[in-house]
């Protein structure tokens, strides 16, 4: 088997490096971008496809769900690109073969797309919800394709009521790694927390697809976006010296996604935290570590942040590499400056989370809290220059002073608006679109 | 051709070899005849490169200059080092705020054996907001001294060599800055240089590194440069004296420096005649920031009756001075005897009596 050329991986690292005596907590963001696909023949990555469509009960109200759904799933198919496996799942309260109708994965061709999408026509709803049995399927598909880039689309319109939560933790747990796996809530019966913690074990996106008629631009996209990564299981690997602590490490941009918890030890002073496949696209990550503070004038190297992909053998593979540094100063107009990039990316992580936590507690009748947390909410997104967060969360509240954060909650909010907020609470924007963070 | 610097001493027939290639020379060879290494000049040898354990772990392995184990900035030959050419010497340390020495010294003697000796010294000062000084800082004082090395050993003038060679520097910093297209702030540095010959001190400099005159018995010393900052204006100006004028908060902001975007003037060039022996010091301001005097430093450096220990000594006990204060910066302390020469004239420096130079010595 040929080897596709990998991608040409830069890093960069955006810090304040000096630090003052005594202190030993060293940030930075670090941002990697990949070129994608090598153009040419090898240049094609090899990829298997698996989308699961919700075919229960509740999927007939509104009918134009279902309808939706199968179109969505058709136009899916066509996006598959030519000779990539895949297979098409019914999700109920079980998990039913719909294309081929027995557990493997068909190469795409004119045929087998045809015939795929004939199957999906025929699709029924009928049944109850238990998405640990879904992906237990995708899991069995995806065996014996390990050397491609193992994509899924998950696609629900309610709550996983069938089975305890335990169970789905569980299915998750065993999928980590297995495959990547982006999720779509149609409708505003699901619930968010479900999806976005089956989209962060797995490295995928969540989003809330309101208006059924979206759907299938929606699936295309995802299924070309899986067909453009060039290459999978990419991680992370962060050196720290001895006697360090990991803080946390965070995905930033483009969307919030703590991996503090996914470290897997490689090493005695390494470690590697998965951040899936990779095509052309950027992505930042905000490392946080705590050092043995040094003196003035001791230089340590804080972290060696390296891209590493692991090829079928377990083999790691350098694809870039980054240095975070402390360097300890008496300067204070050197040690108290804030590198822009930690600033800005710390508000845009503080907004995730003060979004959730507010909505969370609008729920729960706690208003005041729920007043505090989404004005802190508004300040961050305008002061960062978030537009597409300041207008969902103009939807939720009305806004009386975007500076101060001063806000009222409003009396009546569309369930859908409020999804939308929850589920696109982790989208950041990048540096250099605020006005404030100068 | 008559100048007699540009040929070997005559001298009764000695077994010698080339410093370049070990062939046998003759004692008459200007140059070897084998490789053209130049017989009658000898410099400084660079930082070593040998690879230190880590002072803080013990810890042998490096990645990426930093330790393996406890990630600590490996150790540096830079961070300090002493070199002693018997009538030059000098000692560049790190200091104790700093993680790397920006600083970096070079000197040659010429024709030493020859009727007309000169010691050449070039100490530079890497401007620590810039992106590796360090590159600056050593490039531009290698860069110096092969110039002036050169333009000597061709019988040419002391003061426009100097001028010329510190251009060469500017240059060879400028093509460095290349190298770092997509930084505001590629590698820059200051510079100091010192030729000494019999009759006359030529000093050249760009910033805030400097020249002393430290004289012996009695003689009057003092500072040759005035530096390229506001307050080296001020007193320079005569509005105020150093201690105060240094006490202004952006005082030691630099005007003037050896970089890709550096101001277009000329480098400072003087000359001076000493009417007696003494030295003459090149440092960087981590020395110079601790003990500013002239007479202080010629009394540091030993030059007081009984204290004389020799030149090694003295760049050590100087640089201690100002490790004890504190260490702000990199210190770098490079000095050459005046006259020119190696023992047994050097004892002079204490013993004799000769007069103390005059007021008038400096020429703008």
């Not at chain 2, 880590?54 to 490996?74: E, K, M, Q, V």
């Not at chain 2, 010294?121 to 290698?142: E, K, T």
């Not at chain 2, 030529?202 to 005159?213: A, C, I, N």
């Not at chain 2, 002239?294 to 007081?304: I, K, P, R, V």
Request: hydrophobic share 40%; net charge negative.
């Amino acid at each position: 088997m040929s080897t596709p050329t990998l991608p040409q991986f830069t890093v960069s690292v955006y810090q304040n490096e000096f630090l003052p005596e005594g202190a030993g907590e060293v940030n930075a963001i670090v941002t990697v971008t990949s070129s994608g696909a090598v153009a040419g023949p090898t240049g094609a990555a090899r990829a298997a496809q698996v989308i699961m469509v919700d075919c229960s009960g509740s999927m007939d109200y509104p009918s134009a769900k279902m309808s939706a759904a199968r179109q969505a799933t058709k136009a899916a198919i066509d996006a598959i690109r030519e000779g990539v496996p895949f297979a098409v799942v019914a999700g109920t309260h079980v998990a039913r073969m719909v294309f081929p109708t027995t557990e493997y994965l068909v190469p795409a061709d004119v045929s087998t797309r045809a015939a795929a999408k004939a199957a999906v026509d025929r699709l029924t709803a009928g049944g109850g919800t238990a998405i640990s049995q879904w992906l237990s399927l995708a899991d069995r598909l995806f065996t014996g394709h390990e050397d491609a880039i193992r994509h899924a689309i998950l696609l629900t319109d309610g709550k996983d009521e069938h089975e305890s939560p335990d169970d789905l933790a569980l299915a998750i747990a065993r999928c980590e790694g297995r495959f990547t796996c982006d999720c779509r809530g149609i409708g505003t019966d699901w619930v968010v927390a479900e999806l976005r913690r089956i989209a962060g074990g797995l490295l995928g996106s969540v989003d809330i697809v309101a208006d059924p008629i979206n759907l299938a631009d929606d699936f295309r996209a995802m299924v070309e976006g899986a067909m453009g990564k060039a290459v999978a299981d990419v991680r992370l690997r962060l050196w720290s010296p001895q006697g360090s602590t990991i803080k946390f490490v965070k995905q930033v941009a483009p969307t919030v996604l703590d991996l503090s918890g996914r470290r897997l030890q490689t090493g005695p002073l390494a470690g590697d935290y998965p951040t899936g496949a990779w095509g052309a696209e950027s992505r930042d990550y905000h490392v946080c570590v705590a050092v043995r503070p040094g003196s003035v004038g001791d230089e340590m190297l804080a972290v060696r942040a390296s891209l590493v992909s692991i090829d079928g053998s377990g083999q790691a593979q350098v694809l870039g590499q980054g240095l975070v540094r402390a360097v300890w100063t008496d300067d204070a107009a050197l040690s108290t400056k804030m590198n822009r990039q930690v600033a800005h990316y710390t508000g845009q992580a503080e907004l995730a989370d003060v979004i959730q936590a507010g909505l969370e507690a609008r729920k729960v009748g706690d208003y005041d809290t729920a007043t505090a947390k989404l004005g802190r909410a508004v300040q961050l997104a305008a002061a960062s220059g978030n537009d597409d967060t300041t207008r969902l969360l103009s939807k939720v509240v009305d806004v009386e002073d975007p500076a101060t954060g001063t806000v009222r909650l409003k009396a009546r909010v569309n369930d859908a608006d409020e999804m939308a907020l929850d589920t696109r609470s982790s989208k950041t924007v990048r540096v250099g679109k605020g006005n404030s963070q100068g | 051709m008559t100048d007699p610097r540009t040929q070997a001493p005559p001298g009764p027939p000695d077994a010698r070899t080339c410093s370049g290639c070990g062939a046998h020379v003759l004692p008459g060879d200007g140059y070897c005849e084998e490789c053209g290494t130049d017989l009658l000049v000898r410099r400084n040898a660079p930082p070593g490169s040998a690879t230190l354990p880590c002072p803080d772990c013990g810890g042998t392995a490096f990645t990426d200059g930093y330790c393996d184990n406890c990630g600590r900035l490996a150790p540096s030959p830079r961070d300090r080092w002493e070199r002693d050419l018997g009538v030059v010497a000098g000692v560049s340390d790190r200091g104790l705020r700093h993680s790397r020495n920006e600083d970096s010294m070079a000197f040659a003697v010429i024709g030493e054996d020859t009727e007309y000796p000169a010691s050449v010294i070039v100490v530079c000062d890497g401007v620590s907001s810039s992106i590796d000084p360090q590159r600056a800082s050593q490039l531009a004082a290698n860069t110096t001294l092969d110039h002036l090395v050169r333009a000597l050993r061709q019988g040419e003038p002391a003061p426009a060599s100097t001028s010329a060679a510190i251009q060469s520097a500017q240059q060879a910093v400028t093509t460095l800055a290349e190298e770092y297209r997509d930084r505001s702030d590629a590698p820059s540095c200051t510079i100091a240089t010192a030729v000494v010959e019999r009759g006359r001190v030529t000093v050249g400099w760009v910033g805030d590194s400097r020249v002393y005159w430290l004289a012996a018995d009695g003689g009057v010393s003092r500072r040759l440069t005035d530096d390229d900052t506001w307050a080296g204006q001020l007193i320079a100006g005569g509005a105020v004296n150093e201690a105060e004028a240094y006490k202004a908060p952006h005082a030691h902001a630099i005007l003037r420096w050896i970089g890709p975007d550096a101001p277009p003037e000329p480098p400072h060039v003087r000359d001076f005649a000493p009417e007696g022996p003494g030295l003459v010091l090149a440092c960087s301001d981590g020395l110079w920031n601790y003990v500013w005097d002239a007479a202080d430093l010629a009394g540091l450096a030993g030059l007081t009756a009984n204290g004389w220990s020799g030149l090694a000594a003295a760049c050590v006990s100087l640089t201690a001075v100002a490790l004890q204060g504190g260490g702000q910066d990199n210190i770098t302390t490079v000095l050459a005897y005046y006259p020119p020469t190696a023992s047994p004239e050097t004892t002079e420096i204490v013993s004799s009596n000769g007069t103390a130079p005059s007021d008038e010595g400096i020429e703008p």
